[in-house]
């Protein structure tokens, strides 16, 4: 059993500034891609970051140069953090891994619960 396990969101004013962190626990041999996404109402999910297990970053135009995503190995977890934030970005954040967990298997994908972040004033 593999739980991903989010936390950090809330409500933000315009301009301000979130982490949001991701722990992935449980019978896991090796990471490999780590991401974050999000899904405002009404509309598709949307990816916004990834980090390779190469160390390779990768953004969305939208979040590109105000939010950054960074992973510790050791513990299994991905960081997103979220800069100068504005209304736009207010959705549900969800993380996602994907993973073996055993050097047989093949890859699983996994998700987070979700964390409401809110840009508001």
């Known amino acids: 059993q593999v739980q991903l396990v989010e936390s950090g969101g809330g409500l933000v004013q315009p301009g301000g500034s979130l982490r949001l962190s991701c722990a992935a626990s449980g019978n896991i041999f090796r990471v490999y891609t780590m991401a974050w996404y999000r899904q405002a109402p009404g509309k598709q999910r949307e990816l916004l970051a990834t980090a390779t297990s190469g160390g390779t970053t990768n953004y969305a135009d939208s979040v590109k140069g105000r939010f950054t995503i960074s992973r510790d190995s050791t513990k299994n977890t991905v960081y997103l953090q979220m800069n100068s934030l504005k209304p736009e970005d207010t959705a549900v954040y969800y993380c996602?891994?994907?993973?073996?967990?055993?050097?047989?298997?093949?890859?699983?994908?996994?998700w987070g619960q979700g964390t409401q972040v809110t840009v508001s004033s």
């Open positions: 996602y891994v994907d993973l073996i967990t055993t050097p047989s298997a093949h890859i699983d994908m996994y």
